[in-house]
């Protein structure tokens, strides 16, 4: 029986521990591959499917986790579109990376449309109140009681006396003609006529024969009441009857002569009130009314003069000085769809706003081309494209676009949208320098020309500094002096292909220079200055300065991002776009002696 009970124990013991040992054997390990299994199947979906970018550059993806090479900031999932029910062309933004990108929305609405036109001009005198004060007697000048430019002459009032011989022999023949007045009344006459057309007077002529001694010197006498604008003669000088010594202006009414350029024409007409200013008469303002406009344009400024009338009392308008004006233009539209600047994107072949969609899964954004009308200073008028009510972006339109073309949907540059390349780009400036490094041909142009152009890249120069300085009242100040020198270029010097080459160039070169001198905000400033230097850059190397040195210099960081270029006369680096931020970020990337 004891055998037996040690059997039984030994028999079951053998198989207690024979089951242990192989599911520890087989069990065990095939569980611990079946772990391994899913440890690494997990980690290879994650890094096979995860994608990291950046918020604020979403041309930047990984396939880890880690830095922006470009900001620094940490990176994140990249969100794609799960949603079959959204539009395939439009691009998904988390509520994170439009923060981050400082993505703003308006709805679009409609208003009348009003434009604020700014004009440059000079006071000028009245034309019609300049009088030629002329001497009416031959002779020599023996005196001028006005003898300088500015002198103020009354009605009436002795100017200058001359000593006329002619005269003196008209007096004996009128002396003669008085001893056979009784016999020949006719002749003596003719003597007293004679002299009167001479602007003598009944008075001096009764005056001579009651004497009955002739008179050498005589005296000329102002005939309208002014300010002697230009003396013409100088004392000694001989001078022929009817020949001006002086020129005096009555300037109690001036003219306001303001430049009107090609592309504010279409707003500005006859009748429109102006206020304009002075700088020196500070914190006073003027009013008036267009009265005339030129029918032309001048060929060499490129403007046409309007005109305003206005009193003069106490002669605080003076000509030569400078004047500021402003004009409130409108159009006979009444309810036009009117967008900020901000929210449009121009490639120079179409205009483009991203329209927000809003759904259950999220934002949404959808490129849609619009055709602009007029510009009503920081604002357009849409004529087609979008409606009102729908909401677009209006800042952070760079950092949509960016992702659109990452995401492969319809972006400004790919209208159909496609692939992109990953990795730092620099959106729609890489577009811009192949256009930089297509070869441009220097040509043969009027050294005239060269010489103005040389003058305004001058000009150029001192708005740049102010770019340096990150002082936009000083960059829209000269700004506007690079405007006037931009206007003294003489397209008319350039024949053929090259003055259409530069009409093209002056298409961007001017509207940008516009639009940098009337704002006062840095960063719409530089906006519009990386467009600008793009095409002036084609006017660099096509027709060259004179005797100077240009370093075509450029930053990746600049414009959002995209890069901007700019020129400078200094090899040094000193960033327009950053100043005392960033004053050194750059590269040379070309020299054009």
């Given at each position: ?9 030994i028999v079951l013991s053998t198989l207690v ?131 300088f430019t500015g002198d103020y002459v009354q ?94 202006a009555d300037l109690s009414r001036v003219w ?338």
């Amino acid at each position: 029986m004891n055998t037996n009970r040690k059997t039984i124990i030994i028999v079951l013991s053998t198989l207690v521990i024979g089951i242990l040992l192989g599911w520890l054997i087989f069990g065990g390990s095939s569980n611990k591959a079946t772990e391994e299994h899913l440890h690494e199947h997990t980690l290879e979906e994650v890094a096979g499917e995860t994608t990291w970018t950046c918020s604020m550059h979403p041309q930047i993806r990984q396939g880890e986790p880690g830095d922006c090479p470009i900001c620094g900031m940490d990176l994140i999932p990249l969100e794609e579109d799960q949603n079959s029910d959204i539009d395939p062309k439009a691009v998904s933004m988390s509520s994170t990376a439009m923060q981050l990108a400082s993505i703003q929305t308006a709805v679009v609405g409609s208003s009348y449309p009003v434009k604020v036109v700014r004009l440059d001009g000079k006071v000028q005198q009245d034309e019609r109140l300049v009088f030629s004060q002329s001497s009416h007697i031959p002779g020599r000048i023996e005196d001028l009681m006005v003898n300088f430019t500015g002198d103020y002459v009354q009605k009436g009032q002795v100017i200058a006396s001359v000593y006329s011989p002619d005269l003196v022999t008209a007096q004996e023949e009128l002396f003669q003609a008085q001893k056979i007045k009784e016999s020949q009344p006719q002749l003596f006459e003719a003597a007293q006529e004679k002299l009167k057309n001479w602007k003598l007077t009944d008075e001096q002529i009764n005056q001579i024969l009651a004497s009955e001694e002739t008179v050498e010197i005589f005296d000329v006498q102002a005939e309208v009441s002014g300010y002697v604008i230009q003396k013409k003669v100088n004392t000694g000088d001989y001078v022929s009857r009817g020949e001006a010594i002086y020129e005096v202006a009555d300037l109690s009414r001036v003219w306001v002569l303001f430049n009107v350029y090609e592309s504010d024409l279409p707003w500005i007409n006859k009748g429109d009130k102006v206020t304009f200013s002075m700088e020196s008469l500070p914190g006073e303002t003027f009013e008036g009314t267009i009265d005339y406009l030129d029918p032309v344009i001048n060929p060499n400024t490129r403007v046409a003069r309007a005109r305003v009338v206005k009193s003069n009392p106490g002669l605080k308008l003076k000509p030569e000085m400078f004047v500021s004006g402003k004009v409130d233009a409108k159009l006979p539209q009444t309810d036009a769809v009117v967008v900020p600047k901000t929210a449009v994107m121009w490639t120079g072949e179409r205009s483009v706003v991203y329209v927000k969609l809003r759904t259950n899964q999220g934002v949404y954004f959808k490129m849609r081309k619009v055709n602009l009308g007029p510009a009503l200073g920081e604002s357009y008028i849409i004529e087609d494209g979008v409606q009102q009510g729908e909401e677009i972006a209006v800042n952070g339109t760079f950092s949509i676009d960016a992702a659109a073309q990452l995401a492969g949907k319809p972006s400004m540059m790919s209208p159909e949208g496609g692939s992109v390349s990953t990795g730092h780009n620099h959106g729609g400036m890489e577009m811009s320098e192949e256009a930089n490094n297509a070869p441009i041909e220097q040509v043969e142009a009027d050294p005239a020309f060269v010489n103005q152009l040389t003058d305004f890249y001058k000009a150029y120069l001192k708005m740049n500094e102010a770019f340096i300085e990150t002082d936009a009242a000083k960059v829209s100040a000269e700004a506007k002096k690079a405007l006037v020198a931009l206007g003294k270029v003489e397209m008319g010097l350039l024949k053929g292909d090259t003055h259409m080459a530069w009409m093209d160039q002056l298409s961007v070169l001017k509207p940008t220079l516009e639009n940098i001198a009337n704002s006062e905000n840095i960063e719409k400033q530089r906006l519009e200055y990386a467009t600008f230097n793009l095409a002036f850059y084609k006017s660099m190397k096509m027709f060259g300065l004179n005797n100077d040195t240009a370093y075509y210099q450029y930053c990746p960081m600049a414009n959002s991002d995209h890069g901007a270029y700019w020129f400078s006369a200094e090899k040094e680096i000193r960033n327009p776009y950053f100043g005392d931020m960033m004053l050194s970020c750059g590269e040379t990337r070309e020299t054009i002696k």
